[in-house]
């Protein structure tokens, strides 16, 4: 589509005439690899404005109650990144005649800085309907890329692409919000800072480092957002327990301490956009237990599981289980793929005629709203164990012809584009659709993770489940450990690389390649449910590179070189987390590189890089980017403490960052065992994050 053109969602449908819901899709790449939006959606009445603050939907308000609208977060592609919404428009109130589409960037950053954005509409079958690029994208930092309204009792969609310069902010107000501009309150504590450290550098008294180190630790102001509450069992909380309310009582200090009910009564004119947070309780209550060797009573106990076929059907039933009693954590599940908000009930162990025999699938999935069914068989494997191409071929049959929604494969394995864990056939002729989708054990215990631990869930028994969920899923038997094998690949690839007889174009190494990208994106899923934001791969491809030329260049670098690589970038952290596992000398090496700031003296920039990493390892290696052709001062921090002018350059060359890295040795297995590849690399990806970013400022992640 082009600037300016509409189109009827009827007449893109080639059923009834009717589309009730859609997913809307908004992609975008990055010459760096780091570029970032957050999308938004607003409701409007006939005036185009919204009827109050609760018609604008962002990251601190995902979800609509009524299910008309969810965010379903944003995930690689193999051309950069995508973030999704899901609209149903049968859901959608009387008096709303629009839905805007729209996205801004952090720090009101320019959109001129991405590629390739993109809106495109896609049926709940996943099939792309219409698709809509903004080519003339320059200093705008805020969209609004399309809309979908109401005409003649239809749904019809306007490709828009209005850019605003003045970011999320002046987005929202044009349609009725007033918006508590946090960014530029965040600029100005930044200015602050660095104006403490200049000051301190020119002075050198003890108090100008004092009122700088006071600047860069106050939290950011807190948002106007009732207390989340999450649960503490009947007998009181135990070393492993969901946490308890979090209210005024353990809020930060500084937070607005008023109750539910007060927030509600008086809801703020001003919307903040201060990223929501929950502040969890320090420590549990002490267990009641005699000793540690006293085991908690659990709800799913998996320590009598011993065969694939035990782990399978306990593993199915019980997240099917949680998925309908828990109605956050079903529809956080099933809403990527197309599944209303509505009653669910879930199913194991049911058979279903297939020829002369037949078929059982491991789980159904039925979603019920205003009259209609949504429909989803479920195939599970645990521990490791691969799918079937036959037995999910038989199924996407079985749901073509009895008109279900989609078929849901669920495994140890990872889904990557490109490249499908199963193959299955499709028959053009049928009119409907089934969508094939996968959903690893990795995404369950992310989606969990993000429920109880950073979003809140409001009911204390529906934690408590989610709770008693992952604890089953995290353990040692329940086989559900997300991606746990390097493939039968691994060994000889490295024996190729060892004894120099690998060579450009082996088949083997692009599967080593494909685990190695399924791997770090399991990383990802985990360092997101521990931090509780978005931790994605960053994708660096050309324009019109697909993903198997792309995977094939990767493997031929690996022939010759012998290193994976891959960069992570985690939320408001500050740098992107590169990995390079070097399989000819066995290490693996995690490094940073963070930038400098732009006011202040350089030494003043050592020094406070030196005291913020006090806790760091002391084999962490520092080395002093410049834009000169020699390479800058370099130490490990043990050395530099104690003398951080070693970091500046001796030919006064221009500081422009620092590259900070850890060292450690990896396992050569292609397994999840203690001496496995895959646990070297969680365990110093974690290292570092824990020892070295986490100690760093993070306003230095935000982006200029």
Request: net charge negative.
């Amino acid at each position: 589509m082009v600037k300016g053109a509409n189109v009827g969602l009827a007449a893109l449908s080639e059923g009834d005439g009717s589309v009730d819901a859609v997913t809307v899709i908004l992609g975008w790449s990055s010459p760096s690899g780091d570029g970032d939006a957050d999308v938004s959606v607003l409701l409007l009445t006939d005036e185009g404005k919204v009827r109050d603050n609760a018609d604008f939907f962002f990251y601190n308000n995902p979800t609509a109650a009524d299910g008309s609208v969810q965010l379903l977060g944003q995930s690689p592609t193999e051309v950069g990144t995508e973030d999704r919404i899901q609209l149903d428009l049968t859901a959608v109130p009387d008096g709303i005649e629009r839905l805007v589409i729209a996205a801004s960037r952090h720090q009101r950053a320019p959109f001129g800085q991405l590629d390739n954005l993109r809106l495109e509409l896609a049926d709940l079958g996943g099939e792309r309907l219409l698709g809509f690029s903004i080519t003339d994208a320059e200093s705008e930092s805020g969209f609004v890329f399309g809309e979908i309204y109401r005409r003649n009792q239809e749904w019809k969609f306007r490709a828009i692409g209005q850019g605003y310069d003045t970011g999320l902010a002046g987005l929202a107000t044009d349609f009725g919000i007033e918006i508590e501009d946090d960014a530029a309150e965040e600029a100005a504590d930044a200015e602050t800072a660095d104006d403490g450290l200049a000051a301190d550098e020119a002075a050198g008294t003890a108090a100008g480092a004092a009122t700088a180190t006071k600047a860069l630790d106050t939290p950011a102001a807190a948002t106007t957002e009732p207390p989340v509450t999450t649960p503490a069992p009947a007998d009181g909380p135990t070393a492993d327990s969901p946490p308890a309310a979090v209210g005024p009582e353990a809020a930060a200090p500084g937070a607005d301490t008023d109750t539910a009910a007060d927030v509600a009564s008086s809801a703020p004119k001003r919307l903040r956009t201060a990223r929501k947070k929950v502040t969890l309780p320090k420590a549990a209550k002490p267990s009641l237990a005699e000793n540690d060797a006293w085991n908690t009573a659990r709800l799913f106990p998996a320590t009598a599981l011993n065969r694939d076929r035990e782990r399978e059907v306990r593993a199915t039933s019980v997240l099917l289980s949680v998925m309908a009693q828990v109605p956050e954590f079903g529809r956080r599940l099933t809403a990527a793929f197309g599944a209303p908000a509505g009653r669910m009930e879930t199913f194991t162990e049911v058979s279903l005629p297939h020829g002369e025999t037949p078929k059982r699938p491991d789980g159904v999935i039925r979603v019920e709203r205003a009259g209609r069914l949504w429909t989803a068989l479920v195939e599970s494997k645990t521990n490791g164990n691969p799918l079937k191409a036959d037995q999910v071929q038989d199924y996407m049959d079985i749901a073509a012809r009895r008109g279900y929604e989609a078929v849901i494969t669920l495994s140890n394995d990872v889904a990557l584009e490109g490249s499908p864990l199963v193959q299955v056939k499709i028959d053009g002729r049928r009119k409907h659709k089934v969508l094939l989708a996968h959903l690893s054990w990795a995404e369950v215990a992310y989606q969990a993770k993000m429920l109880i631990r950073h979003e809140g869930v409001g009911n204390p028994a529906h934690a408590w489940l989610l709770q008693e969920l992952l604890h089953y899923l995290q353990h040692d038997n329940s086989g559900c450990h997300g991606f746990q094998n390097m493939g039968p690949a691994w060994v000889p690839v490295r024996k190729g690389i060892d004894d120099e007889t690998l060579a450009a174009g082996d088949e083997r190494a692009t599967q080593v390649v494909e685990s190695w990208e399924r791997l770090v994106r399991q990383v990802c899923l985990q360092l997101g449910g521990e931090l509780g934001v978005k931790v994605l791969p960053v994708q660096r491809t050309r324009r019109g590179e697909d993903a198997r030329a792309r995977r094939t260049e990767l493997a031929d670098r690996l022939c010759a070189d012998g290193r994976l690589a891959a960069e992570i970038r985690i939320e408001d952290a500050p740098g992107t987390i590169v990995i390079a596992a070097d399989l000819r000398v066995g290490k693996l090496r995690t490094s940073a590189e963070i930038p400098a700031p732009e006011q202040g003296y350089p030494l003043s920039w050592a020094k406070r890089l030196v005291r913020q990493l006090a806790e760091a390892p002391a084999d962490l290696h520092i080395e002093t980017l410049t834009d000169g052709t020699a390479a800058g001062p370099r130490g490990t921090l043990e050395k530099l403490r104690p003398e951080p002018g070693d970091l500046l350059p001796k030919d006064s060359a221009r500081i422009t960052g620092f590259r900070l890295s850890l060292t450690k040795g990896m396992g050569s297995t292609r397994g999840n065992a203690e001496s496995g590849f895959i646990r070297s690399v969680d365990a110093a990806v974690e290292r570092f994050r824990a020892g070295v970013l986490v100690h760093l400022d993070q306003r230095t992640a935000r982006r200029p």
